[in-house]
């Protein structure tokens, strides 16, 4: 059983599309991150989320905290081709702990 | 080096055999991860070395399993009498303090036990 639960597990979308993505767990976290990985590469750190109910926006790409900080998603407005990849999100309580990702796809 | 750096990047090796593998963090971080990702899969923790603490070996999966982070700086991770269902890839990370900062990761290495 993972510890955060990320959904949807897979995505496919057209160019230009927004979109959604979940992470959910029981437990509190003092932060969560998003990362991107892409094949044959390491996960790269989009955002930290520390507060609950905090709201960070990179570009396109909107993350928020659940005011009890157990949750978090990630919304991609007009998405683009480039945003392909695995979305990972990752809780800290001592140590970091990460759910299995959504796979987006996004299609020109 | 500006990044964390891994190596080999890709490792095949027979079942049964010991294999190393090398984790180059960035240099003045002083936290280090080890994690395994299957395919399709998150990341899994394996192992987390904090300074000159005693590592926190709770994710390591078997005691065919090991690490070692020397001087504080490179680590290697170690796999004793590799069997099939330790095919993955193997990725390292590394942070400048053990709290909320976020990780780099280098870029992995992918083992194939055949």
């Known amino acids: 059983t993972q510890l955060l639960e990320q959904s949807p597990q897979f995505l496919s979308i057209q160019e230009g599309e927004n979109l959604t993505v979940y992470c959910n767990s029981s437990?509190?976290?003092?932060?969560l991150q998003w990362y991107r990985q892409e094949p044959g590469e390491g996960p790269v750190l989009l955002v930290t989320?520390?507060?609950?109910?905090e709201v960070k926006k990179l570009k396109r790409l909107t993350f928020q905290f659940g005011d009890a900080r157990k949750d978090s998603s990630l919304h991609i407005t007009a998405a683009q081709p480039g945003d392909t990849g695995l979305y990972l999100c990752a809780g800290y309580n001592n140590d970091m702990r990460f759910g299995a990702g959504t796979r987006l796809t996004v299609k020109p | 080096g500006a990044g964390v750096s891994q190596s080999p990047s890709n490792k095949v090796t027979e079942k049964g055999k010991d294999v190393e593998l090398r984790c180059d963090p960035i240099s003045g971080h002083t936290a280090l991860y080890w994690y395994r990702q299957s395919l399709g899969q998150g990341l899994e923790f394996l192992i987390y070395?904090?300074?000159?603490?005693?590592?926190?070996k709770s994710g390591l999966p078997s005691d065919r399993f090991s690490a070692e982070r020397t001087g504080g700086s490179v680590s290697t991770l170690t796999i004793q009498r590799t069997q099939q269902e330790d095919s993955a890839v193997y990725l390292c990370a590394s942070s400048f303090t053990a709290t909320v900062g976020g990780y780099t990761f280098g870029s992995g290495t992918r083992l194939t036990v055949v």
């Open positions: 989320v520390v507060t609950g109910g």
């Open positions: 437990s509190v976290f003092s932060s």
């Open positions: 070395f904090q300074g000159n603490s005693a590592p926190d």
